[in-house]
């Protein structure tokens, strides 16, 4: 296994990276955890327990049984699984605080039954009923942290009320997940092939980075990309999709990610490829030196997302280069810093 | 927008049947979807644009009529599974179909706006196919 030195971050794969992968005819779960051992990609492996699992949330224990074991024959060390708070489940409504507590509970308990040591919510999970799940926690001694995705930043309120949260119940158990879509420094070249599919011109995908690469709070960009994308002949559904460039790619500076310890309790290495050893659109190194310098030994799960808009590139080759990029950055940061 | 655009519907996808012309649609989202999440069906067979409420819909090996999907949200409809979409319109083994479908599936855990209404993604299809023969 390609471990970090003792004393480091440790580094691993989320099946999310192979969601193309898995759809293709022959795959299914174990062969997919047995090529990320098999290429040396562990040896932390998270999942999307509602992609990766079939019959999640309720899993039998035939089922519970079957996925431990391949997990178990592989080697791989679980890591974090990530699980959903589906409010939004009935049109019309959110599910109420005590189906959401439900929702999320029997999800952390089947992680627990999974043999997961953190389960991944994302930010739709409210202080109130994350602070009625820590007794649960605590209890299955299973991990909840908060995922920050773009557009989410520090400074966005729900964030300041998670870190207040955390701050007061003063708990290991309860935390956050940092994943470097929120930090980004350019929008990634691999958007270019799913703009081609979907018509819309070299011309706006050039303009839409150009805005987005401006200085400036993104969100007050929008008005701007709308208006000069109709102007140059954009649809509806084109504006909507470069919007969601803007959702999609946060710019928070990676420095601030400091700011979100002691209570880190996972985290997403969030990648849209490698090119020549270095990542074009996250600053990796600064993101290697936050990481160590808090003294952060968990998991940095390898996420590659460029599947979201192209077909062209091996995921099992992108991890591979993304991890010997981590490897090199996190061994090479001073000793003083560890 | 993306490389699972063009998997919603596949070359394999029609059914000739006795009841009419069956498609296999596939999710263009990453993960497990409850069955509530299907959430706009605007389909188009041969230019006849098809009213949702005469579809059903089998997912888990369970039919269900389009407009019962909203109560299902204890069923999901699995990753690489398909969902059969039951179309009454006369087919024949052989025979092609022109097939437009917007698939609006709503994210449950992605909340938009000051309301936080599901964000609803879509995936538009255009082909023109051949129905197969249901297998007996």
């Known amino acids: 296994m390609t471990d970090t030195a003792p004393g480091l971050p440790r580094l691993g794969t989320t099946l999310f990276s192979l969601s193309l992968e898995q759809r293709k005819p022959g795959r299914d779960f174990a062969s997919l955890v047995n090529e990320v051992a098999a290429r040396d990609l562990g040896p932390g492996l998270e999942m999307v327990a509602f992609q990766s699992l079939r019959g999640w949330p309720r899993l039998s224990d035939a089922a519970v049984r079957e996925v431990r074991g391949v997990v178990e024959a592989s080697g791989l060390t679980p890591s974090c699984l990530a699980i959903n708070n589906d409010l939004g489940l009935y049109p019309g409504r959110l599910l109420t605080d005590d189906e959401s507590y439900e929702y999320v509970a029997v999800q952390v308990r089947g992680a627990a039954a999974l043999g997961f040591p953190v389960t991944r919510v994302g930010v739709e999970t409210s202080p109130v009923i994350l602070e009625r799940l820590l007794p649960l926690a605590e209890e299955l001694g299973v991990k909840i942290g908060v995922e920050i995705h773009a557009p989410l930043t520090i400074e966005a309120p729900p964030v300041a009320a998670l870190k207040e949260l955390f701050t007061r119940l003063d708990t290991p158990w309860l935390g956050f997940i940092p994943d470097m879509s929120s930090s980004m420094r350019a929008i990634p070249d691999a958007v270019d092939d799913a703009h081609r599919a979907a018509g819309i011109s070299p011309e706006l995908t050039t303009l839409t980075k150009a805005l987005w690469a401006e200085d400036g709070p993104t969100m007050a960009k929008f008005p701007e990309l709308e208006r000069r994308a109709a102007e140059a002949g954009a649809t509806p559904p084109q504006v909507g999709n470069l919007k969601m460039l803007f959702t999609m790619h946060g710019k928070m500076a990676p420095e601030r990610w400091a700011d979100f310890f002691p209570h880190v309790v996972h985290v997403h290495g969030k990648f849209y490829g490698i090119v020549d050893g270095q990542d074009p659109s996250i600053d990796w190194p600064a993101v290697a030196r936050v990481l160590v310098e808090q003294g952060y030994t968990g998991f940095i799960s390898s996420e590659y997302e460029a599947h979201a808009y192209s077909d062209r590139y091996d995921p099992f080759d992108q991890i591979r280069a993304q991890h010997d990029m981590l490897k090199g950055l996190l061994e090479s940061q001073p000793v003083g810093a560890r | ?136």
């Open chain 2, 1 to 136: 927008m993306g490389p699972l655009d063009d998997q919603v519907v596949r070359a394999d996808s029609l059914t000739a049947t006795p009841d009419g012309l069956d498609i296999a649609i596939y999710s263009h989202w990453y993960r497990a979807l409850p069955l509530p999440s299907l959430a706009r069906v605007e389909l188009t067979v041969d230019g006849q644009r098809i009213d949702p409420d005469v579809l059903s819909v089998t997912v888990n090996g369970s039919r269900h009529p389009f407009g019962a999907l909203a109560e299902a949200g204890d069923e999901y409809w699995f990753t690489t599974d398909p969902a059969v979409l039951h179309v009454p319109v006369e087919s024949a083994p052989g025979r092609e179909h022109r097939v437009q479908l917007l698939l609006g599936l709503s994210i449950p855990y992605i909340l938009t706006g000051p309301d936080r209404v599901p964000l609803v993604a879509p995936s538009a299809t255009d082909k023109t196919l051949t129905a197969a023969g249901a297998s007996s």
